[in-house]
């Protein structure tokens, strides 16, 4: 054969081939036999689905219903607490009000009383969900949650979701839907520790569940969804717009489920539920312990449903002997000088802390409040107060860290010469700003170091503007801030924002930790017999400033101690660096300050005493006027620290920071608003400019100490009136001599020797 008729051959063989290969396949995939697999695979499933049916057996109740103690403990093993009982007590159909079984009903499964008791496109999401890693499952119905908290367990595994779904069909057709609905009431958890609706109602409205109305019952409804993202004593503010649009969402259910009237229910108000109160045994520092432990492992994903079954060993970083010090300090610099009964002001002191380990990140010793059953609310973690002028040295560390100019274009460092003039408006920002000094005092030409130890307000509103908002927010958030309440605008440098004691524990604790991030953990281990054990967060991260920043802002803050508003925690017998904050109108007070080994921050708010709370002034606190940070807190925090420290330390800070040349005191500051040259050119000496490079540089006299404009400055917005380092309130009342920051001259009580 020729070439020519082999190729003509090859040309005819490959379609033929290509044809045998469609027609077997063809064969092979018949719609009959397909039809005929699917069927297959459905009877398949179908019978193994039957078989897992008969298998499972409705079992008897889970170990809710024998629930065991939790064990906690200090950081050396010892007991700290025992859980006692669980707080539930079980009660039937007919002393829970007819519109109150219908809120739950609205809120989880309208369909409940006709359904079948399996949701089974909820059921395949949540399987999707577990097998994918995504989380919790959504859709069950009131039967399957029921299921879950009385038979079995909250695992969210494969197997305990398909035992929930063949249990639950066994369950609606074995018991009524009345006895179903009163289980899935008495069993579930409603937060606060408290399972069941009579628990519940006593612990968020005070009355027996018979005495609930739909309003309540609707809270309580909208609560199971997230028990502690939802409690209104707790909630962040779109936590509370979040359940309340639950409340109305089951209301409207109501309605459309024609359980509750449309007039009466376009009357029918949000219930605020009462504060939170402290179980037994949870007296003293106790109670705020224990909450901080179990907040902390549901950031972990640890239910707290789960934690308040029982059964878990939790040992916390809380060192006995620094607790113990820490108590007996706040009651020897504070309470003891307090009369609760007497003075209206007393009676509305709350005092907070935090101390934590700067190279480890565990928080050592807590202060609550003077006892969790009296005062439930920690104010070691409540972030509803302004941490006031402990920000400014966060805006002085962005500054170093972005290597930002002054309007004049000279590097911001500790020698920068600014204009101290109080309510200077501020030069290069788009929204006007203009705080007050303390006293309404007037500086003059002053350096970043001497701003810092007197806590200047106009100094620190230029350099925020300097370096911008946006950049000192960045780097707070860095350091460990939380993003609440926290605008970018000017104002921010007065500490607008809100923050706890442990939030800025953290970040002065990064500081201290020369710039790596320290985030505070209370946490040491958590174990469970019947699970695995929960690892301790990583509470050491990566390094948020740089370390010559974080030593430079250190070196500054060690001179606040020695020479400024910090002075009452002066001693020889540590090194210490801080910084006092004052908010405006005097409603909280500060002292956030560390040695080499020992990061603590120390508060005080004032907090009405009325329902419902709200914030108040300190001034006037223990007959000593204004309660400011260099008063009360420093007090309490040199005390404290002398004592953990066992009577002080050798230790000293290990500082890698620019060099600086001799900076002179600033002038006797006056109260006749002294105008500064524009073309007065500072001597060498005052006005070497500390770059965060190694490298001395000489500074040109920057815009921030030309004359202020002669014509009225505009007045701050609404979102610049609250002043928290003491800045005045144009929009509100007239400035006076008690709003503003720290005075280092007064309430500082005696010096430390």
């Known amino acids: 054969m020729g070439r020519a008729e082999a190729r003509r051959a090859g040309q005819h063989a490959a379609p033929r081939a290509a044809k045998e290969r469609k027609s077997w396949i063809r064969r092979l995939f018949t719609w009959k036999k397909m039809l005929g697999t699917f069927f297959a695979l459905c009877l398949l499933t179908m019978g193994g689905l039957f078989a897992v049916y008969l298998m499972v057996p409705v079992p008897d109740a889970n170990a809710q219903a024998e629930m065991q103690s939790n064990v906690y403990k200090y950081s050396d093993g010892t007991i700290l607490t025992r859980t006692g009982k669980v707080n539930r007590e079980i009660v039937g159909l007919d002393k829970i009000p007819v519109e109150v079984q219908h809120t739950f009903v609205a809120a989880e499964n309208k369909t409940f009383y006709n359904d079948n008791g399996v949701d089974f496109k909820g059921t395949a999401r949540g399987l999707l969900n577990t097998l994918s890693g995504k989380g919790k499952q959504g859709g069950s119905t009131i039967t399957q949650q029921y299921v879950k908290n009385y038979f079995l367990t909250q695992d969210q595994t494969v197997s305990r979701k398909l035992k929930e779904l063949v249990i639950s069909l066994k369950v609606d057709q074995k018991m009524t839907k009345n006895e179903i609905l009163v289980g899935y009431i008495n069993t579930s958890y409603y937060g606060r520790q408290a399972y069941g609706i009579q628990a519940a109602a006593q612990a968020y409205y005070g009355v027996d569940a018979v005495k609930l109305n739909v309003e309540q019952g609707a809270y309580l409804a909208a609560l199971l969804q997230a028990p502690s993202q939802y409690d209104w004593a707790s909630a962040s503010a779109t936590s509370k717009r979040l359940v309340k649009a639950r409340w109305n969402y089951v209301l409207d259910n109501m309605v459309e489920k024609k359980w509750l009237d449309a007039s009466e229910r376009a009357g029918l108000k949000f219930p605020v539920p009462h504060e939170p109160k402290a179980a037994p045994g949870m007296e003293g520092q106790t109670g705020y312990l224990v909450e901080a432990a179990n907040d902390e492992l549901a950031a972990q994903g640890v239910d707290k449903a789960d934690i308040a079954q029982g059964g878990w060993t939790i040992t916390l970083n809380i ?403 609250t002043s928290g380092g003491g800045g005045s309130d144009p929009g509100a009342e007239s400035p006076t001599p008690t709003t503003g920051e720290d005075d280092p001259e007064s309430d500082r009580g005696p010096f430390l020797p």
Do not use: C
């Not at 900076?663 to 073309?679: L, M, Q, Y």
């Open 319 to 721: 060192d006995r002997k620094k607790q113990k010090q820490l108590v007996k300090s706040v009651d020897a610099q504070l309470e003891s000088k307090l009369d609760r009964k007497k003075n209206k002001t007393d009676a509305t002191v709350q005092a907070g802390a935090t101390s934590v380990d700067p190279k480890t990140g565990h928080v050592v010793a807590l202060y609550g409040g003077v006892g969790a059953t009296e005062h439930w609310i920690s104010n070691a973690t409540r972030s509803d107060y302004q941490p006031a002028s402990t920000f400014k040295p966060l805006v002085l560390a962005s500054a170093l860290e972005n290597g930002s100019e002054t309007q004049d274009g000279e590097k911001i460092g500790t020698a920068t010469k600014y204009d101290g003039t109080s309510k200077r408006p501020v030069v290069g920002s788009d929204t006007p700003f203009n705080p007050q000094n303390e006293d309404d005092r007037d500086y003059g030409p002053v350096s970043v170091q001497k701003a810092m130890d007197l806590s200047i307000n106009s100094v620190f509103a230029q350099m925020v503007v300097d370096v911008t908002p946006a950049k000192v927010k960045r780097t707070a958030l860095a350091l460990g801030m939380e993003d609440k309440n926290f605008p970018e605008r000017p104002a921010i440098t007065l500490g607008t924002m809100n923050a706890s004691t442990w939030d800025m524990a953290g970040v002065y604790a990064t500081l201290d930790n020369h710039g790596k991030k320290v985030t505070p953990t209370i946490v040491k281990s958590a174990e469970h017999r019947d699970r695995k054990p929960v690892s301790p967060p990583d509470a050491i991260g990566k390094q948020a400033i740089s370390r010559q920043t974080a030593d430079t802002v250190t070196h500054v803050l060690q001179d606040v101690v020695k020479n400024g508003s910090g002075r009452a925690a002066y001693t020889d017998a540590y090194q210490a660096a801080g910084k006092t904050g004052t908010s405006e109108k005097n409603f909280s007070a500060w002292f956030a300050a560390y040695t080499p080994q020992l990061t603590t921050v120390v508060a005080l708010y004032g907090e009405s005493t009325k329902e419902g709370g709200g914030q108040v002034t300190l001034t006037g606190t223990a007959n000593s006027g204004r309660a400011n940070g260099g008063g009360f807190p420093a007090r309490i925090w040199a005390d404290y620290t002398l004592g953990a420290l066992n009577g002080g330390s050798d230790a000293e800070f290990d500082l890698d920071i620019a060099k600086t040349e001799p900076v002179e005191p600033s002038a006797t500051p006056t109260t006749e608003s002294p105008t500064p040259s524009p073309s007065s050119s500072p001597t060498p000496t005052e006005s070497a400019t500390e770059s965060p490079t190694p490298t001395p540089t000489r500074s040109a006299p920057p815009t921030t100490t030309t004359t202020p404009p002669s014509t009225p400055a505009t007045e701050p917005g609404p979102e610049e009136t």
